[in-house]
């Protein structure tokens, strides 16, 4: 490999480690102002577009840069466990903690779509990407993606179905849950020994397109785009909550409304 090549290489790499850290962040239950929101999505935004730009026209055809892009920062999404979840919500526990995930995924994912709706100077990807989608929708689609993949890994968390595995494979499941919409059942060894291979791939990059296609309607002047961008993203969390809720309780029947006991030393 040339010096060349590799000092581009190096320079990829450091381009994907600051947006899966910068989506990281957006997708964590930090508390942050609109304006901070709105700093760290511009970052994301122009990040984006030097990605796009070294993917080239063939990469981003069909979607697969921005699959791509979402399978490497699904690792990075900060998923609590159940102990910690808890710490976070008062002692909450069952439905009651299920609920207040649901609320706050709603809430931030919901923050996302109004900033990212209201484009007041749109900046497009380029080479082009889905015919010049503005690359402010695409940061805010990842950023919702994994706000609701982080959603769903913590409900599986509060109804007690222990996914197996670790890393890159345990993270690829919860992914392939939230593109077909669906909780993981655990009586479905099959399932859960099966990583992002080829048909899960193209149904996550169905799923983020349609995504993104979606987001593009909320475009609009100033704050007409960033109510559309709020209340579409609102609807659609919320939506895919009660979908995942119904699989798990169907799965496993409902959260213990009691603490768990833990055993006696």
Do not use: C
Request: hydrophobic share 45%; no cysteine.
């Amino acid at each position: 490999m040339s010096g060349e090549a590799e000092r581009q290489d190096g320079q990829g790499a450091e381009l994907d480690a600051e947006i899966g850290e910068l989506i990281g962040r957006l997708s964590s239950d930090e508390e942050m102002d609109r304006e901070t929101r709105g700093r760290l999505l511009g970052r994301l935004t122009r990040l984006l577009s030097n990605s796009a730009r070294r993917a080239g026209v063939k990469g981003l055809a069909g979607g697969r840069w921005l699959s791509d892009v979402f399978a490497y920062v699904a690792p990075r999404i900060p998923v609590r466990d159940l102990g910690t979840l808890r710490d976070h919500h008062y002692g909450h526990f069952g439905e009651l903690l299920a609920d207040d995930l649901v609320r706050g995924a709603v809430r931030g994912t919901t923050a996302v779509g109004a900033a990212g709706g209201a484009l007041a100077a749109v900046q497009f990807v380029a080479p082009p990407l889905l015919l010049s989608v503005p690359a402010q929708l695409v940061a805010e689609t990842l950023v919702v993606a994994a706000i609701e993949v982080k959603l769903i890994a913590e409900l599986h968390e509060v109804y007690g179905v222990l996914v197996p595995g670790t890393g890159t494979a345990r993270d690829g499941l919860f992914v392939m849950s939230w593109a077909g919409q669906r909780g993981l059942d655990p009586m479905a060894g099959g399932t859960l020994t099966v990583a992002l291979g080829t048909a899960a791939k193209q149904a996550l990059r169905k799923r983020l397109l349609r995504m993104l296609g979606r987001h593009l309607t909320t475009l609009g002047p100033f704050l007409t785009g960033a109510v559309a961008g709020g209340a579409l993203n609102r609807a659609l969390t919320k939506r895919l909550s009660e979908k995942i809720r119904a699989d798990l309780r169907r799965h496993v029947g409902r959260p213990s409304d009691h603490p768990r006991i833990e055993p006696a030393e």
